[in-house]
């Protein structure tokens, strides 16, 4: 006989025990046949309800087949289980073998432990943030009691349980990234659920990245930076609006009389664009510079390029500001209310039937409060502005989107002089700007490497210039248009933009002037009032396409821009077009450090006063090519980012110097050119810890040409040094104090050689000097600080600040007005010091 062979053989969850193989007289080949086919033994009912366990062993013949011909039990602990495991056997297959074998084979019959009855929940809790009442995930929870250390994670609600935590006093502390340690203590009593409400206070509200320079979507636009939102609000003299950030950055010099007018890179403000959402505003900041047109509550970006921008934006030889609005909205609605000496604002925003909700309101008063901080025989500027802001979007798919957006801002500037020591009275400058945006807005996603969006937007605009009662101009555009792009990625390192940007208007203008000299050069020429008045309807469908190229499929390692974009005029005149060919490259040399450049061909049509008033002659277009090269690095939370730029302007229109009769002659001629130039610096140190700041600098040269053979002269705008220092730093209790120190060169200008008396008109007219802009205003430097308190309830925060404007000032002159024969003249000054108090109170419903 054979000796045994064991066979692991598992039945019923039971581990087989081994027995010594007898192989006495056995050929080795022949020792451990192959098992083939297992087949495990039932337990049997009665056995498992009498909790009967134990090994079965077999005694198994196996002919040469493979087959099992015999089973006889050798021992086993009974209750069934010795039957049950022969039948089982009787199922076994082995491989075939030269001779038939007997061997030994155990099956192991081993009940499953009792299954333990779980703890309940007796500790748990949620986490939310102090002041937003946000749920915070992935918070650490760490509980100590009885000498037992217990740990949890918070899910998506913020939400954590224990189960089985001993009774007593439980230390719970809860630790996130972003957030002061919080340590609570909670009584674990038998035969209760303890259930904690934990409110985290964060190191930093509203420290949600905002870019400020740059176009997110592109990785090869030449200048581009992000500032934090907990930047933004500590930055003293912006009064906590992003858009207001762009003033103390590369490239962005002081617009005059507070306007608020974008100058960028010494260009004139017309030759700017302002963008809320890619549709066109005339204006980015509210008159008097201190607020821009959209509630900072509702600004989710801002995209600032003063150069080097793509073909999704045109029409321009300046720069670009595109406000983009929130997408987002808190899970519940949120209130704002902020109060300061500038304005009131009130803001909600929320979530409701899968629809995001946002509404936001500001008025000023600061008009009222400026005759009492200057003199009375100062020159003052008296702004006041209003906006309003509602915006619904859809949040439930996720493969088409839609939102309505309507928008809108009034206006109104008021610059008046008091009585000079002879003459008449001094003249008062009044400027009023109204505007109303309805945006509509489409999305869909075709696939992973396709999308669509479709952008339809109607319009009205209202702007009035007016000097005293005598003279005024006035326009008004009512617009319609529509924003199209195609977005297709055939390879993951190549994206193609195709768009069309159109817009179709209709604009009229008025002039209202009194007694004027006659055309040409003679001062004495008689002169009578001036009144003209035209509108008309102008089309302008302006296609373009953008490449964007990728070499490693990386946007952070750089890439190419290569974009064409069509820019179209159609009016009474006809219809006129150029081509914008235009390429940007960013390339991550090293590890923290990138080249980037840029070039490219910009096109603006003819302003409204030349389509207008002279609408039987297609004009030109003024042309810019602009170039730039710069470098930007970071290391260890700072960064540097350097800038060079060339632009050169040339087709500009210049009023016609041969111009006899305007029913014949052109009003303007394409003889002017021009050419910008300089360096841009920013030095950061990024928000970690309790200090950031930055220092700006632009060096930079504007010059123009009139093509009439005096040569260039330095532009109206150029302001050659502009230097900007910020620092802020946070001490405990959410206590924040910052400053903000701004040196401008002052603007050139003509001055007047004198003045002569027109008899019939009964005014005096003024002689300008021969050599234009040979003067310069005085330099503009002012020191502004900002000191505020935050705190923070468990749904809502209470800031209190003061904002300090001009704590420290030159006589920062904004112009210069003459009295009636020009044989004295007053700066106007810009404003004082003025502290802004205020508060800002945020709450959850």
């Given at each position: 006989?054979?000796?045994?062979?064991?066979?692991?053989?598992?039945?019923?969850?039971?581990?087989?025990?081994?027995?010594?193989?007898?192989?006495?007289?056995?050929?080795?080949?022949?020792?451990?046949?192959?098992?083939?086919?297992?087949?495990?033994?039932?337990?049997?009912?009665?056995?498992?309800?009498?909790?009967?366990?134990?090994?079965?062993?077999?005694?198994?013949?196996?002919?040469?087949?493979?087959?099992?011909?015999?089973?006889?039990?050798?021992?086993?602990?009974?209750?069934?289980?010795?039957?049950?495991?022969?039948?089982?056997?009787?199922?076994?297959?082995?491989?075939?073998?030269?001779?038939?074998?007997?061997?030994?084979?155990?099956?192991g019959?081993?009940?499953?432990?009792?299954?333990?009855?779980?703890?309940?929940?007796?500790?748990?809790?949620?986490?939310?943030?102090?002041?937003?009442?946000?749920?915070?995930?992935?918070?650490?929870?760490?509980?100590?009691?009885?000498?037992?250390?217990?740990?949890?994670?918070?899910?998506?609600?913020g939400?954590?349980?224990?189960?089985?935590?001993?009774?007593?006093?439980?230390?719970?502390?809860?630790?996130?990234?972003?957030?002061?340690?919080?340590?609570?203590?909670?009584?674990?009593?038998?035969?209760?659920?303890?259930?904690?409400?934990?409110?985290?206070?964060?190191?930093?509200?509203?420290g949600?990245?905002?870019?400020?320079?740059?176009?997110?979507?592109?990785?090869?636009?030449?200048?581009?930076?992000?500032?934090?939102?907990?930047?933004?609000?500590r930055?003293?003299?912006?009064?906590?609006?992003?858009?207001?950030?762009?003033?103390?950055?590369?490239?962005?010099?002081?617009?005059?009389?507070?306007?608020?007018?974008?100058?960028?890179?010494?260009?004139?403000?017309?030759?700017?664009?302002?963008?809320?959402?890619?549709?066109?505003?005339?204006?980015?900041?509210?008159?008097?510079?201190?607020?821009?047109?959209?509630?900072?509550?509702?600004?989710?970006?801002?995209?600032?390029?003063?150069?080097?921008?793509?073909?999704?934006?045109?029409?321009?030889?300046?720069?670009?500001?595109?406000?983009?609005?929130?997408?987002?909205?808190?899970?519940?609605?949120?209130?704002?209310?902020?109060?300061?000496?500038?304005?009131?604002?009130?803001?909600?925003?929320?979530?409701?039937?899968?629809?995001?909700?946002?509404v936001?309101?500001?008025?000023?008063?600061?008009?009222a409060?400026?005759?009492?901080?200057?003199?009375?025989?100062?020159?003052?500027?008296?702004?006041?502005w209003?906006?309003?802001?509602?915006?619904?979007?859809?949040?439930a798919?996720?493969?088409?989107?839609?939102?309505?957006?309507?928008?809108?801002?009034?206006?109104?500037?008021?610059?008046?002089?008091?009585?000079?020591?002879?003459?008449?009275?001094?003249?008062?400058?009044?400027?009023?700007?109204?505007?109303?945006?309805?945006?509509?807005?489409?999305?869909?996603?075709?696939?992973?490497?396709?999308?669509?969006?479709?952008?339809?937007m109607?319009?009205?605009?209202?702007?009035?210039?007016?000097?005293?009662?005598?003279?005024?101009?006035?326009?008004?555009?009512?617009?319609?248009?529509?924003?199209?792009?195609?977005?297709?990625?055939?390879?993951?390192?190549?994206?193609?933009?195709?768009?069309?940007?159109?817009?179709?208007?209709?604009?009229?203008?008025?002039?209202?002037?009194?007694?004027?000299?006659?055309?040409?050069?003679?001062?004495?020429?008689?002169?009578?009032?001036?009144?003209?008045?035209?509108?008309?309807?102008?089309?302008?469908?302006?296609?373009?396409?953008?490449?964007?190229?990728?070499?490693?499929?990386?946007?952070?390692?750089?890439?190419?821009?290569?974009?064409?974009?069509?820019?179209?005029?159609?009016?009474?005149?006809?219809?006129?077009?150029?081509?914008?060919?235009?390429?940007?490259?960013?390339?991550?040399?090293?590890?923290?450090?990138?080249?980037?450049?840029?070039?490219?061909?910009?096109?603006?049509?003819?302003?409204a006063?030349?389509?207008?008033?002279?609408?039987?002659?297609?004009?030109?277009?003024?042309?810019?090519?602009?170039?730039?090269?710069?470098?930007?690095?970071?290391?260890?939370?700072?960064?540097?980012?350097?800038?060079?730029?060339?632009?050169?302007?040339?087709?500009?229109?210049?009023?016609?110097?041969?111009?006899?009769?305007?029913?014949?002659?052109?009003?303007v001629v394409?003889?002017?050119?021009?050419?910008?130039?300089?360096?841009?610096?920013?030095?950061?140190?990024?928000?970690?810890?309790h200090?950031?700041?930055?220092?700006?600098?632009?060096?930079?040269?504007?010059?123009?040409?009139?093509?009439?053979?005096?040569?260039?002269?330095?532009?109206?705008?150029?302001?050659?040094?502009?230097?900007?220092?910020?620092?802020?730093?946070?001490?405990?209790?959410?206590?924040?104090?910052?400053?903000?120190?701004?040196?401008?060169?002052g603007?050139?200008?003509?001055?007047?050689?004198?003045?002569?008396?027109?008899?019939?008109?009964?005014?005096?007219?003024?002689?300008?000097?021969?050599?234009?802009?040979?003067?310069?205003?005085?330099?503009y430097?002012?020191?502004?600080?900002?000191?505020?308190?935050?705190?923070?309830?468990?749904?809502?925060?209470?800031?209190a600040?003061?904002?300090?404007?001009?704590?420290?000032?030159?006589?920062?002159?904004?112009?210069?007005?003459?009295?009636y024969?020009?044989?004295?003249?007053?700066?106007?000054?810009?404003?004082?010091?003025?502290?802004?108090?205020?508060?800002?109170?945020?709450?959850?419903?």
């Amino acid at each position: 006989m054979l000796g045994g062979l064991l066979l692991a053989a598992l039945a019923l969850g039971a581990e087989p025990a081994e027995v010594p193989l007898q192989q006495e007289g056995v050929p080795e080949a022949l020792a451990a046949p192959e098992l083939l086919h297992f087949e495990p033994a039932l337990y049997p009912a009665a056995a498992e309800a009498a909790g009967v366990e134990g090994d079965v062993l077999l005694r198994l013949t196996v002919a040469e087949t493979g087959e099992v011909v015999a089973v006889e039990v050798v021992s086993g602990p009974g209750a069934g289980l010795e039957e049950a495991a022969a039948e089982a056997a009787r199922a076994l297959r082995f491989a075939p073998m030269p001779v038939s074998v007997v061997l030994e084979f155990r099956y192991g019959f081993e009940l499953a432990p009792a299954p333990v009855a779980e703890a309940p929940v007796n500790l748990s809790g949620r986490v939310r943030e102090r002041g937003t009442a946000m749920p915070l995930p992935g918070a650490d929870i760490e509980v100590e009691v009885g000498g037992q250390t217990l740990s949890a994670v918070t899910d998506e609600e913020g939400r954590w349980s224990l189960r089985g935590v001993p009774l007593g006093v439980a230390q719970v502390r809860v630790l996130r990234g972003g957030y002061d340690p919080l340590d609570e203590a909670a009584e674990v009593v038998a035969g209760e659920a303890t259930a904690l409400d934990l409110w985290m206070r964060s190191r930093g509200y509203g420290g949600d990245e905002i870019v400020v320079i740059g176009h997110r979507e592109d990785p090869a636009t030449v200048t581009r930076h992000s500032i934090s939102v907990e930047e933004v609000q500590r930055v003293p003299g912006t009064f906590g609006d992003p858009v207001r950030v762009v003033q103390s950055l590369p490239g962005a010099a002081r617009a005059p009389f507070g306007t608020g007018l974008l100058i960028l890179r010494g260009a004139n403000p017309e030759d700017s664009r302002v963008y809320v959402d890619g549709v066109e505003v005339p204006i980015v900041f509210h008159l008097g510079g201190y607020r821009s047109v959209v509630n900072s509550a509702l600004i989710d970006s801002v995209d600032y390029m003063p150069g080097g921008y793509g073909v999704r934006y045109g029409r321009a030889t300046g720069g670009v500001v595109d406000i983009q609005s929130k997408d987002t909205y808190p899970e519940r609605f949120t209130g704002t209310w902020r109060t300061d000496l500038l304005d009131s604002s009130a803001f909600v925003a929320g979530q409701t039937g899968g629809l995001g909700v946002a509404v936001g309101v500001r008025r000023s008063y600061i008009d009222a409060f400026i005759p009492f901080l200057v003199s009375d025989e100062t020159p003052t500027i008296k702004p006041r502005w209003a906006d309003y802001q509602a915006k619904v979007e859809s949040l439930a798919s996720e493969r088409d989107h839609w939102s309505l957006f309507a928008f809108g801002f009034q206006d109104y500037l008021f610059v008046q002089s008091p009585d000079l020591e002879s003459g008449e009275a001094g003249s008062a400058l009044s400027t009023v700007y109204q505007t109303h945006r309805v945006v509509g807005a489409w999305q869909h996603v075709f696939s992973d490497t396709a999308s669509a969006s479709v952008q339809p937007m109607v319009g009205y605009d209202d702007v009035q210039l007016a000097l005293g009662t005598e003279a005024e101009i006035k326009t008004v555009a009512e617009r319609i248009g529509a924003r199209a792009e195609l977005s297709w990625r055939p390879d993951p390192r190549l994206t193609v933009r195709p768009g069309l940007d159109s817009s179709l208007y209709r604009s009229s203008i008025s002039f209202a002037f009194p007694a004027v000299g006659g055309l040409g050069d003679d001062p004495l020429a008689e002169g009578e009032a001036l009144r003209l008045e035209s509108d008309g309807w102008t089309f302008a469908p302006d296609p373009f396409v953008d490449l964007q190229w990728t070499p490693t499929g990386e946007a952070d390692d750089g890439g190419v821009n290569l974009g064409l974009r069509g820019v179209t005029m159609w009016n009474k005149a006809g219809l006129s077009a150029s081509l914008d060919p235009r390429l940007a490259f960013r390339w991550a040399a090293t590890p923290g450090g990138s080249v980037k450049g840029g070039s490219g061909l910009y096109h603006q049509p003819p302003d409204a006063f030349v389509a207008l008033f002279d609408d039987t002659r297609l004009y030109s277009y003024e042309r810019a090519w602009s170039t730039e090269l710069g470098w930007e690095q970071s290391a260890y939370g700072l960064s540097a980012d350097a800038t060079a730029f060339y632009k050169d302007l040339s087709g500009i229109l210049i009023s016609n110097p041969a111009l006899e009769d305007p029913a014949t002659d052109p009003l303007v001629v394409p003889i002017g050119s021009g050419r910008v130039y300089g360096t841009e610096l920013l030095l950061r140190r990024d928000p970690t810890d309790h200090f950031f700041g930055w220092v700006s600098y632009t060096l930079s040269r504007s010059e123009r040409d009139d093509g009439d053979g005096d040569g260039a002269y330095a532009y109206d705008f150029d302001q050659t040094h502009i230097l900007t220092a910020v620092a802020s730093y946070r001490f405990p209790y959410e206590l924040d104090l910052s400053g903000r120190f701004q040196y401008v060169t002052g603007t050139p200008f003509t001055p007047y050689q004198g003045a002569t008396y027109q008899i019939d008109a009964g005014r005096w007219t003024p002689i300008p000097s021969d050599d234009r802009n040979s003067a310069r205003n005085a330099p503009y430097w002012a020191l502004d600080m900002r000191l505020s308190k935050v705190w923070t309830f468990k749904r809502g925060s209470v800031e209190a600040f003061v904002d300090v404007l001009n704590a420290l000032h030159g006589l920062n002159p904004e112009g210069t007005l003459y009295n009636y024969d020009y044989t004295e003249s007053r700066v106007i000054e810009g404003l004082p010091l003025i502290p802004s108090p205020g508060f800002q109170a945020e709450f959850t419903f």
